[in-house]
């Protein structure tokens, strides 16, 4: 598929672990459509983690509450430090 046909916000598919917030659209192959709900909360609660403000077990407790996925505070710690870069 041409790449300028890819809707805004997906994402191409690199591994066999699909991130969280992102699933299979069967219309466009190799790529991830995003849930935008998903994908904003998880960013709410990264911010919210990087800035001390919660736990990693109140963030993935959170995550699980309002999507019904589970994530592991290490995969929460390993995505906060991706995005917001590790705490010193």
Do not use: C, Q
């Not at 598929?1 to 690199?14: A, F, N, Q, T, V």
Request: glycine fraction near 10%; aromatic fraction near 10%.
């Amino acid at each position: 598929m041409e790449l300028s046909l890819i809707p805004d916000g997906y994402i191409k598919r690199k591994t066999s672990t699909i991130p969280f917030g992102y699933e299979i659209d069967k219309n466009i192959e190799g790529y991830l459509k995003p849930n935008h709900e998903e994908v904003d909360l998880l960013k709410e609660i990264s911010e919210s983690v990087y800035a001390g403000e919660i736990s990693l077990g109140v963030g993935v407790d959170w995550l699980e509450y309002k999507t019904g996925k589970s994530m592991s505070r290490a995969g929460l710690k390993k995505h906060v430090d991706k995005v917001y870069g590790r705490k010193k």
